[in-house]
């Protein structure tokens, strides 16, 4: 009986950050690989990665050198919150893109899809100032080191990453394109299903694969998704199946003429594929980039203004010192940077 060939197995995983605050950006960013699986079996989405790269990769928390994978909230946490989510990330980072950006300019110069936005989205002054030298808490040689690691770890378990991308959505783009979806009666969280999804597209058509499996985090108690699906391919729109809906996982397959793609969305989504927990950390990081700059532009105009993370009740403290020292924002338009419910 001859032996089964090894397969290559592409799966991606995809989450946002910061789609409850009143100021900053939302984020959506996503991480796909293809893994070798030896003799066609499947190990699950978890094992593919985690098992493999153990030697190189640990859970949040961890303190012997190994880089933190997972829910990008247990990571950015504790006094050395900032260095260790920008460990995970542009280690991250050095792996896929074979370098660890300078610059915050230069990272989102790797990372950004730039395709949804308009000119107009980022006329806030604080879109110029992203010339921050990285890395801005941690040591650039441990960051190159781990960065090899991986490489070298997930060279020798036959996993090559194919996509390590993100959507920065500003505030003036969340209010232009929430203003969309009202017209059409959506919701902000269907906006936000929308978004995760066409970011999700954005990766199916840069990785080729016969078969690609998506995995997006489930937030809130929605279970049906054939809506958002059949927007982001409505050409798809009789071969998109329903294989399962319910409280905390909703799985579908959609057919792209020879190409398939198993889509889901799960709750807890860091704990059933770590593609997800990259996404997020990678999220994450990048919203506390653009909140470092938002953060210097108006401390630079009012005097002993406390930075903010964007949430809702201390940003109303936030807007209320610049409102009483600027004005609305010292001529900005409000859109540009107060984000509409």
């Given at each position: 009986m001859s032996r089964?060939?090894?397969?290559?197995?592409?799966?991606?995983?995809?989450?946002?950050?910061?789609?409850?605050?009143?100021l900053g950006p939302l984020v959506v960013a996503g991480f796909a690989t293809r893994v070798r699986a030896d003799g066609g079996r499947d190990?699950?989405?978890?094992?593919?990665?985690?098992?493999?790269l153990a030697s190189i990769v640990g859970p949040p928390g961890i303190r012997d050198g190994r880089v933190e994978v997972g829910d990008s909230k247990k990571i950015h946490t504790g006094a050395h919150k900032l260095a260790r989510i920008e460990r995970s990330a542009l280690a991250t980072v050095g792996?896929?893109?074979?370098q660890v950006p300078?610059?915050?300019?230069?990272?989102?110069?790797?990372?950004?899809?730039?395709?949804?936005?308009?000119?107009?989205?980022?006329?806030?002054?604080?879109?110029?100032?992203?010339?921050?030298?990285?890395?801005?808490?941690?040591?650039?040689?441990?960051?190159e080191h781990a960065a090899g690691?991986?490489?070298?770890?997930?060279?020798?378990?036959?996993?090559?990453?194919?996509?390590?991308?993100?959507d920065l959505v500003s505030a003036a783009r969340v209010n232009r394109e929430l203003a969309a979806e009202h017209l059409l009666e959506g919701t902000k969280n269907t906006w936000a299903t929308h978004a995760v999804l066409r970011l999700a597209k954005h990766a199916v058509d840069s990785v080729d694969a016969p078969t690609i499996a998506l995995w997006c985090?489930?937030?809130?108690?929605?279970?049906?998704?054939?809506e958002p699906l059949h927007r982001v391919w409505p050409d798809s729109t009789k071969r998109i199946g329903v294989?399962?809906?319910?409280?905390?996982?909703s799985h579908y397959q959609v057919g792209l003429g020879r190409r398939r793609v198993e889509l889901g969305f799960v709750m807890g989504g860091d704990r059933v594929d770590p593609r997800i927990s990259w996404g997020s950390i990678l999220a994450k990081y990048l919203?506390?980039?653009?909140?470092?700059?938002?953060?210097?532009?108006?401390?630079a105009r009012v005097i002993e203004l406390r930075p903010t993370a964007g949430y809702p009740e201390d940003a109303k403290r936030f807007i209320a010192q610049v409102q009483a020292t600027l004005g609305d924002g010292g001529g900005l338009d409000r859109d540009a940077w107060i984000r509409c419910k």
């Open positions: 089964a060939r090894p397969t290559a197995l592409v799966r991606a995983g995809f989450d946002e950050a910061g789609l409850g605050p009143t190990h699950g989405p978890i094992d593919d990665l985690l098992g493999p792996w896929v893109y074979g300078r610059s915050v300019s230069e990272l989102l110069e790797l990372v950004l899809v730039r395709e949804f936005d308009v000119p107009d989205d980022r006329r806030a002054p604080w879109w110029t100032m992203l010339d921050e030298a990285l890395p801005i808490a941690g040591d650039r040689g441990d960051l690691r991986l490489r070298e770890v997930a060279d020798a378990a036959g996993i090559t990453p194919l996509w390590y991308r993100a985090d489930k937030a809130g108690g929605r279970q049906a998704y054939l294989v399962l809906e319910q409280r905390d996982r919203r506390e980039l653009i909140l470092r700059a938002f953060n210097r532009y108006f401390a």
